[in-house]
């Protein structure tokens, strides 16, 4: 087991004019501790193949893994169809060149017609269609691809309403039998689970049926219901309570970080990381205790 985090939230500084490096940020997480990282690069961008091949050299010089790559996601974007099948493109290259365990996919790319209810079935009919060719094309170049539970948010409908598909674990579960092949497993977002599910102890149960399914994790917390991605103990997420249930299922794989909005101070960066190193291994004697 392996700690983890999403370099790419290392580009962002507190100047919006100034940019860090892959090598830069790979740089802070290696002294931090972290032997592995995840990367999301820019897919929308036209330099992506630079970006990507940055990374890949940084992981040379810094000695690291990449245990993830995750592929872009449209549901809030909204771009056309054909921009979205060329970013998913993109995303399987880097995956490859980058030599990621994981791509990760949310499979959850379906708004429902206006004046048309939410239909689970046209959703997981339209999911399949989008991201099989896709699914296939990972598999075929030797790049696993995972999915990851979602939450509702009502996306453009009423807060009666459902919008959001994979924020029920039925719906996750149908989607990976749908795709049925023993290569793709489950990324689980713990952040995304907790706004999911009502309490921690559905929480933890919901870990527990996606059991040896759940390959991969995304680690954050949050509070007031909002997708926050702050570092765990941060929030409200009861962590003793989901380790157990980690521990569990036998999980094997590694915690790895998904952080999001903020923006560290600069003098600041270097210990906040090295905290964030020490929390995984504070995470990881909850589960072995
Ligand atoms: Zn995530």
């Known amino acids: 087991m392996e700690f983890s985090l999403n370099a790419e939230y290392l580009k962002r500084t507190r100047d919006p004019r100034v940019r860090r490096t892959p090598s830069e940020c790979l740089q802070i997480c290696h002294a931090a501790g972290f032997r592995t990282v995840s990367y999301f690069p820019d897919f929308a961008s036209d330099a992506w193949e630079e970006e990507v091949n940055a990374v890949v050299q940084a992981s040379d010089v810094w000695g690291m893994s990449l245990d993830q790559v995750h592929a872009p996601y449209n549901f809030y974007a909204h771009q056309p169809l054909a921009v979205f099948h060329e970013r998913l493109r993109r995303s399987i290259v880097a995956a490859k060149r980058m030599n990621a365990s994981y791509l990760v996919f949310h499979a959850d790319e379906y708004h429902p017609l206006p004046g048309e209810a ?46 959001h598909f994979c924020a029920e674990l039925s719906e996750l579960i149908a989607v990976m039998d749908r795709f049925a092949d023993p290569r793709i497993g489950c990324c689980w977002d713990f952040g995304h689970g907790k706004l999911a599910m009502e309490t921690d102890e559905r929480h933890a149960d919901a870990i527990r049926t996606m059991g040896k399914r759940i390959v991969c994790t995304h680690i954050h917390d949050n509070y007031y219901k909002k997708d926050l991605h702050l570092p765990p103990f941060m929030g409200e997420a009861n962590w003793e309570l989901l380790m157990k249930a980690v521990k569990e299922i036998g999980y094997g794989g590694n915690l790895t970080f998904e952080l999001g909005y903020s923006t560290m101070e600069e003098s600041l960066v270097a210990d906040f990381m090295k905290n964030l190193y020490r929390t995984a291994g504070i995470l990881k004697e909850m589960m072995d205790g």
């Open 118 to 163: 939410y239909d689970a079935e046209i959703a997981l009919r339209t999911v399949y269609e989008i991201f099989a060719p896709h699914i296939e094309n990972a598999l075929r170049m030797g790049v696993t691809p995972v999915f990851e539970n979602t939450f509702e948010d009502h996306h453009r409908v009423s807060v009666r309403e459902r919008s």
